[in-house]
């Protein structure tokens, strides 16, 4: 169901944005930035509304990537890191200068994936030992790490050094803040070579699911995204 909301919010602000008479927007109090945080490199625009003038509204969108291995005595790790983020904000200027509370939402389409070898021509999954490779029987692990809440509320505070000013000027940002990811989400997918028969199959499952829970476990204790970005704007 949240998902049907979010996707109906979205379809909606596209329509509305699609059907809108560009030449007629009022651009002024309005800024355009870059900035570099924990989710990636990224841009922002942030519009200062006219009647609550207290009030700013912020979107932006930043990504990342990268490729990296890493081994402990069993195995060898290919992992794709990808970071990425949309977000729709609402900065609050108690004092009409640039420090700012912040509450909204950010789209998380942060996850990893990779691809697990073994390093001495086999698997060992909960204690148990399996050959690897097209005639063992496993060819091969892939696993994935997301998070329950691809929308996650966000709270912070920061300072844009450009609102509230009345000529066209460069600003600083700076964003702190927090988002509510949920628990992180753990998968192991095997693909069984020919060696595996229907009983090996169902064995090599469960002492995976008996992995993952471990992991799970693990992870389960970082619920929060701690959020820290840097950047400038420029002011309309």
Request: charged share 20%.
């Given at each position: ?135 063992g029987k496993i060819a091969r692990v892939d696993t994935k790490v ?8 966000y709270l912070g505070i920061g300072w844009d050094t450009s609102f ?73």
């Amino acid at each position: 169901m949240k998902k049907i909301l979010s996707s109906i919010v979205v379809a909606s602000f596209l329509a509305t944005v699609a059907s809108a008479d560009v030449s007629s927007i009022d651009w002024s109090n309005t800024s355009l930035g870059a900035d570099v945080g924990t989710t990636g490199f990224g841009i922002t625009g942030v519009k200062q509304l006219k009647d609550y003038p207290n009030w700013a509204v912020r979107v932006g969108a930043h990504k990342y990537s990268k490729n990296f291995t890493t081994t402990d005595n069993k195995a060898d790790y290919d992992f794709d890191l990808k970071l990425a983020d949309v977000q729709l904000m609402a900065d609050y200027h108690p004092w009409m200068t640039s420090f700012k509370v912040t509450m909204g939402a950010l789209y998380n389409g942060t996850d990893f994936k990779g691809k697990i070898t073994p390093r001495n021509s086999n698997y060992t999954f909960n204690g148990v030992t399996y050959s690897s490779g097209v005639t063992g029987k496993i060819a091969r692990v892939d696993t994935k790490v997301d998070f329950d809440n691809s929308i996650a509320p966000y709270l912070g505070i920061g300072w844009d050094t450009s609102f509230n000013k009345s000529e066209k000027t460069w600003g600083f940002t700076f964003n702190l803040g927090v988002a509510y990811t949920g628990n992180a989400k753990v998968s192991y997918n095997p693909t069984y070579g020919s060696a595996a028969t229907v009983a090996d199959k169902q064995e090599i499952k469960n002492n995976l699911d008996v992995e993952k829970k471990s992991l799970q476990d693990d992870l389960n204790k970082y619920k929060y995204l701690p959020y820290i970005s840097i950047g400038f704007n420029y002011k309309f």
